[in-house]
């Protein structure tokens, strides 16, 4: 791996190598103890479950295991080659990483305005451009969510067959926005947050819904958060409007005045340059950095050179990584932010009992993944191989063109929740284990890294990158493909979850300090 680009050296019907000095290699499927691996000149010394790691040159106690060229442990126990590589014998190690900030930057190969992609998008007041046309119904605080809920359901089924151009009444809901220091770091995020989704291009319209006595006042996103209400933007509370009952018809009948102009924005061509992509992996697997995240890193690329943006997430699962996204960096101060949040993120585990190198979950682990090396290695392919022009905080605003990192939790959707209220208008979400995942108002294509589960998946899956594996695509092709669907769902063709309704319980704002 180089410059975050992941190239398959050797491919066999039993394994792939990943680079040519790795000491590993990667079982296609399962393998039983005592088979030969000619392309390897070893025999299986154990059972070799699919996807996970086979050693392939003997191994002392404390020397280093390297996949796709990099560190991704060290063994605890002296291995042979043929020998089983997962969590018996295979620790976390720190060791020092060289950052080398921006020393593998290089110019990118921009496309010719003249020859750009483009798609059918919503072009906002603003200038943003939104891929869908929702109304959002945001509540401000818990006590508020069942209302929200329930004025959005007064839109579901028929309600809306007279305004074909609305894609829906949206419930935006979540547990906090009371019980917090008012003026703290968490209601600062929470107030990043909700106001990034009020202003999303996505909604054509929003309503703020509060209960009255909150912490997180309406006053808040007014004053400090620049959230302007307007005649598509209108801000209530329950306990001024009477109570529950009066409150959801006191917003219906808002809604009802504001639907007539929504139903009238238009779809119109612009080009791939207003697409701003966030990238998710979940539920990964050993393949995930093998198939999947790089052919989402090619489709970065192609993005990034038609002049849109990829945004890249997940601080704790990019740890052990980081020196291949600072290398990328346009310049010394952008790499400094990057690892700054590396340190933030090792004091905040350790202050919490806890550590970023306990990362994997059972799943990553049971799916072939050991170490958060290993993990991180695969899941920082997904920005592909162009210039890192930005480091951004939770739920900010993105506003650069290129491929930039947000800083988020590595929880999948909490980690999408910053990305949409940073201005992401498309997810692409790639997963080996199987995780269903949508997020209104947002449309999520999700990537599967291997055939068989794409197979079992077939109807929340919309591309099975499990191609690249089985030797039948490679990753610029799945890339060419991910990026022509991209356009396509940007243009309205509906998600699988989308088509699966997914994305009502999906918002979940990063909750950090104390509960009061």
Known sequence: MKNGHVKLVGNSAQTIRLHAGDNVVVAVADIPPGAEIPAENIRAADHIPAGHKISTAPVAVGDALRKYGQVIGFACES????????????????????????????????????????????????????TRNYIGVL????????????????????????????DGVVAITHSTGCGMNGGGAGMDML??????????????AVLFIGLGCEVAQMGHFVDSEGFEPDALQHTMTIQDNGGTMATIEAACARIDEMLPDIDRARRESVPASELILGLECGGSDAYSGISANPSLGAAVDMLVRH????????????????????????????????????????????KHGSALDNNPTPGNKAGGLTTILEKSLGAAAKGGTTNLVEVYGYAERVTAKGFVFMDTPGYDPVSVTGMVAGGANMLCFTT????????????????????????????????????????????EEMGEQIFRLVLDVASGAPSKSEALGFGDDEFIPWQIGAVL
Request: glycine share 10%.
């Open 79 to 130: 291995i042979t080659p043929g020998e089983h590589v997962h969590s018996h014998n295979l620790n976390y190690g720190d060791f020092e990483r060289d950052y080398a900030a921006g020393s593998e930057a290089r110019d990118t190969a921009y496309v010719a305005e003249a020859k750009r992609a483009s798609f059918k998008g919503y072009r906002r007041s603003d200038g943003r451009v939104g």
């Open 191 to 204: 107030k990043r947050t909700l106001t990034g989704y009020a202003q999303h291009p996505n909604f054509g």
């Open 307 to 350: 002049g849109g943006t990829g945004i890249l997430a997940e601080t704790p699962e990019i740890y052990g990584a980081e020196h291949l996204l600072t290398r990328r960096a346009v310049n010394e101060d952008v790499a400094k932010r990057l690892v700054d949040k590396i340190h933030w993120w090792e004091e905040y585990a350790a």
């Open 432 to 475: 080996g284990r199987g995780s269903v995942f949508g997020c209104k108002p947002v449309p999520c294509l999700k990537l599967a890294t291997n055939s068989p589960m794409h197979h079992r998946m077939t109807s929340d899956m919309d591309v099975n990158c499990g191609l690249v594996v089985d030797g039948d695509a490679s990753i």
């Open 139 to 166: 509540s401000t605080v818990n006590c508020s969510a069942t209302v929200s809920r329930y004025v959005a359901e007064r839109y579901g089924g028929d309600a809306l067959d007279a305004y074909p151009n609305v």
